[in-house]
């Protein structure tokens, strides 16, 4: 029984260090979606203020009944490749389960036959970067079947950009400044006093 | 000449390898128990307590221990307090892969220097005020969070929150002050572990109060900023503790210790000359660059991992990245502990391998960390990993005081440098480029340490041999007095300035391992006075 306990150690060992490699890859998708979004090229928006309005709808040229597995629609913001550039964690990989390039969530609605349109205001935690929107169909199973997006396929038309907000406020400045100051004066209080205290009983 | 007890590098704790590492008391009938002071310890004539207990508060010895550590753990608090909010920060300030990268280079840079200057702040100040003005002056850095825009702010703050990382001097320099030197082994290698638990404790902070922040209504991009409130003010509360609450001698004196830090009692040009040259010191400089050096540039980098390539939410990646510096509880003191083990059998030789085995086996587990894909591997390792970088650490300040009698302050202190040095590198090497992943960085990185451990082979001692040579069996060369007695000029030999290196090159014969006896101790008590 040496024999096979070992094998199966080494064999879990092994599938550890292995990706696991099954799901669904974005390259066997067809964009059978159109999507659009309001921003134009090179348009910037503000994270907090501004608004985005979607709209999506299956691409009749396609097979009819070809959107019948669709059930639910997710609409997504996906990074540029220019934001992605030295940002490991925004890369885009083909196996979508392990894909970081569309991580915020716009809307998911169940997918219905008619126009479908949203408006979305940007939230503030949205950080600054050159953006597109695509959307994802998803069959019950909860997998992706089909996208779309409001760019080309090499993600270089039509992307607007967003500008974050600072995320700091004046008070916070001023809060900051406060206790700094506190720090340092009563550093400098204790040390001018210990050393007059010293000085009075030298004198004594 | 006697020096004086207690300045920094003056510590025999451990170094004749007889006593025992766990040494709690001092047993030694040679340390006369002064017995009309009265405080709560048993002091010794200096006023200097003999014994370490741990859960007492009492003033002053004990509660300068407890202020000590504490202040050195805050440090680490607010040094790596920015590390598993990285990725919350990097949206906030638009940071790239080698932005984050260089910040957390300049995090552990700055205190490679701000270490060497604490030495003669503290012989200026007093260790106190020392300690106080660094944590007090480092508080308004981390309160500079609030304002930082972009990534140049970002590397700036952090540099300059680095800077207090050098309370690590000031700690073992006011215990070296409040314990006597054949406990002070113990008291400063305990302080230095369980400071250097900060590194972890900040990852389980942190998120937590960004988490809390968040809940009570702020944006995620304000409340990191908010949460690096909470290290400012753990500096500030620390520097006024430090301040009402600390004394710089037993006896509550400052004059009198800046009295005796006026006499030198040995010229630094001829100490710093023999560490130079000694190529001992060298080789574990690079040594702690991959223990110690490793272990900070994983604190700076583990939690964002663990974040992205197994997209678990923050607190989570930070309760993982917690774990790794809470290890030095028990992992540090681990070190030092085998290092002793193995010298009661084998002599210095069996404290070479143990480093090498140890610190070696913390490179392969580092290897495998990249490599691993599912979780549960990931933390397996990653715990491997850090009881075998730590207990590295503990090992080789088991060696350390062996390499040079002379020169042991300016030793240690250059390896400290080397750590962070090493941190820097690593960090500069394998986690600022975009041209490979972190995991990928992390794999490399367990290669460059088992390569950067190989140097230990190398590491000869004539008296005592190395990991693959036995020792010389000349009779003059083969002399522990010959290797430390030679680190005196005929010169000062005949102003007697050697005699205690002779002591110690006596009492170091233990190093031989085995059942070799020692020779016994002249008849004559020496004061303990060494």
């Known amino acids: 029984m040496e024999v096979p306990a070992g094998f199966l150690v080494v064999y879990l060992l092994f599938s550890c260090f292995v990706a696991s490699s099954y799901g669904v890859y974005f390259s066997s998708l067809n964009e059978t979606i159109i999507v659009t979004a309001t921003p134009t090229q090179g348009q910037v928006l503000k994270a907090g203020e501004d608004q985005i309005t979607v709209t999506w709808r299956f691409n009749q040229t396609y097979r009819a009944g070809t959107d019948s597995a669709y059930k639910t629609v997710k609409v997504k913001l996906c990074y540029a490749p220019i934001s992605q550039k030295d940002r490991s964690w925004r890369k885009t990989v083909d196996l979508l389960k392990k894909d970081k390039t569309c991580p915020h969530k716009i809307v998911a609605r169940p997918d219905t036959a008619s126009n479908n349109s949203f408006t979305w205001s940007i939230e503030r935690d949205i950080p600054s970067g050159v953006y597109f929107v695509r959307a994802f169909a998803f069959n019950a199973q909860d997998e992706q079947v089909a996208y779309g997006q409001t760019t080309n396929a090499h993600k270089s038309t039509n992307l607007f950009e967003i500008q974050a907000i600072t995320g700091r406020h004046v008070s916070l400045d001023i809060a900051s400044i406060c206790f700094s100051a506190f720090s340092i004066v009563s550093l400098a209080g204790f040390f001018y006093m210990e050393k007059r205290k010293a000085k009075a009983s030298q004198q004594k | ?530």
């Not at chain 2, 704790?13 to 310890?41: N, Q, W």
């Not at chain 2, 960004?210 to 944006?219: H, L, P, S």
């Not at chain 2, 030789?349 to 480093?355: D, H, S, T």
């Not at chain 2, 088992?450 to 190398?458: F, K, S």
């Open chain 2, 1 to 530: 000449m006697p020096e004086i007890e207690g300045s920094p590098g003056s510590s025999m704790h451990g170094v004749t390898g007889r006593e025992p590492v766990l040494a709690f008391s001092v047993a030694s009938p040679m340390v006369h128990t002064d017995r009309t002071a009265k405080f709560d310890l048993p002091v010794d004539s200096e006023h200097k307590a003999t014994v370490f207990k741990l859960f007492s508060f009492a003033n002053p010895h004990m509660r300068t221990f407890h202020l000590s550590w504490i202040s050195f753990f805050t440090t680490f608090i607010s040094t790596f307090a920015a590390a598993p909010l990285v990725p919350i920060i990097r949206d906030n300030l638009n940071l790239t892969k080698s932005d984050i990268g260089n910040a957390g280079v300049a995090s552990v840079s700055g205190s490679i220097f701000s270490r060497l200057v604490m030495g003669a702040v503290c012989d200026l100040l007093g260790p106190r005020y020392g300690c106080a003005f660094l944590i007090m002056l480092s508080a308004p850095t981390v309160f500079c969070m609030s304002f930082v825009n972009d990534a140049s702010g970002y590397m700036t703050v952090r540099f300059m929150i680095g800077f207090s990382l050098a309370t690590f001097v000031s700690c073992q320099y006011w215990m070296s002050t409040m314990f006597n030197s054949k406990i002070i082994g113990l008291v400063n290698g305990t302080a230095a572990g369980w400071g250097n638990m900060g590194g972890g404790a900040t990852q389980l902070l942190m998120p937590v109060l960004f988490e809390i922040i968040k809940k009570a209504g702020a944006t995620p991009f304000t409340a990191w900023r908010i949460a690096f409130f909470i290290p400012g003010w753990l500096n500030v509360i620390m520097g006024i503790l430090v301040l009402t609450l600390g004394q710089d001698l037993p006896d509550g004196n400052l004059s009198t210790l800046q009295k005796k830090g006026d006499v030198a009692k040995d010229k630094f040009g001829k100490v710093l000359w023999y560490a130079v040259t000694n190529y001992r010191t060298w080789i574990f400089v690079l040594l702690y660059g991959y223990s110690m050096g490793v272990e900070l540039t994983i604190d700076n980098v583990i939690a964002e991992y663990f974040y992205d390539r197994f997209d678990l939410k923050l607190h989570l990646a930070g309760i993982i990245a917690a774990c790794f510096g809470m290890a030095n509880l028990l992992a540090r003191p681990f070190g030092g502990f085998t290092s002793d083990y193995m010298a009661k059998r084998f002599g210095m030789r069996g404290r070479l391998w143990n480093l090498w085995l140890l610190q070696t086996a913390g490179g392969v587990c580092c290897l495998c960390l990249g490599l691993v894909n599912s979780l549960p591997l990931a933390i397996t390792f990653m715990m491997l990993f850090s009881i075998g970088a730590q207990a590295a650490c503990g090992a080789t300040f088991g060696i350390i005081p062996f390499i040079s009698r002379r020169s042991l302050g300016i030793i240690s202190g250059m390896t400290g440098a080397g750590g962070n040095f090493g941190s820097g590198l690593t960090q500069l090497i394998f986690f600022a480029s975009a041209s490979f992943s972190t995991a990928k960085g992390l794999t490399y990185m367990g290669i460059m340490i088992i390569g950067c451990t190989l140097p230990v082979t190398l590491v000869h001692f004539p008296q005592w041999g190395s990991m693959f040579l036995p020792p010389s069996q000349d009779i003059v060369k083969g002399s522990e007095e010959h290797y430390y007695v030679s680190e005196w000029t005929d010169e000062e030999k005949q102003k007697g300035m050697h005699q205690a290196s002779l002591k110690f090159a006596e009492n170091s014969r233990s190093e031989r391992g085995g059942k070799v006896a020692s020779a016994p101790t002249p008849p004559e008590n020496t004061p303990n006075r060494v």
